[in-house]
């Protein structure tokens, strides 16, 4: 009868043990997926990173256009 009782005391510690570590192990992953540090993040800034260095280019392209302009009326103007 107390090796019942002792079995079944066990499968239930065991069962709220791993119901315990199941429902922390959720939270974990939860915040791994979809919080601060996640995945969903990364991506926006690669994407906005991405995006940066497009604009760096077009930046780049319209402070040549206009230093070839500046320099040409440099040149009219003989300064």
Do not use: H, W
Request: aromatic share 12%.
């Amino acid at each position: 009868m107390k090796q019942k009782r002792a079995r079944e005391a066990f499968t239930i510690r065991s069962f709220l043990l791993f119901s315990i570590v199941l429902v922390l192990g959720g939270f974990y992953l939860n915040s791994f997926l979809n919080g601060e540090n996640s995945i969903n993040v990364l991506k926006e800034l690669n994407r906005y990173q991405d995006e940066l260095e497009r604009e760096k280019k077009e930046l780049k392209k319209a402070n040549q256009e206009l230093q070839k302009e500046y320099f040409e009326l440099v040149k009219l103007n003989g300064y």
